[in-house]
């Protein structure tokens, strides 16, 4: 139903909402507050929109420098820092790879000299599984 009343205010040309120039950020935001209110949804600034995106964009893996450039941003710290929040399935995934790395790290190197070949091993391969 939201796509549908945003269609109702799309225009044909280079931007996804004006013609050749871009809308006026106050203006589009009055759209979507009323789209909202049409689809019975409870009131949330279009810019929420913009940080969903570019967390999606990272989740989904895309690389932050192209990100950034998406996002018009002079410099990649300011994406990182402003729009990127990692989930809490996210950080599990990173902290359980570490976990099964360290682990195999132990159960392989007991009892094997120093273990350093088993060790980069492990870390080349451990990350490739993430």
Request: proline content about 2%.
């Amino acid at each position: 139903m939201i796509l549908e009343l945003f269609e109702k205010i799309r225009h044909e040309g280079n931007y996804v909402f004006g013609k050749d120039k871009p809308m006026e950020p106050r203006t589009l935001q009055n759209h979507f507050k009323r789209l909202l209110k049409k689809a019975g949804l409870k009131h949330k600034n279009f810019h929420a929109l913009r940080h969903t995106f570019a967390t999606n964009c990272i989740e989904s893996g895309a690389d932050i420098k192209s990100l950034s450039e998406i996002l018009g941003h002079s410099d990649v710290q300011i994406s990182l820092n402003r729009y990127v929040h990692p989930s809490m399935d996210s950080k599990r995934k990173y902290l359980d790879g570490l976990s099964r790395f360290y682990g195999q790290i132990q159960g392989q190197t007991q009892g094997q000299g120093n273990g350093n070949e088993i060790k980069a091993d492990l870390w080349s391969n451990s990350w490739s599984n993430l």
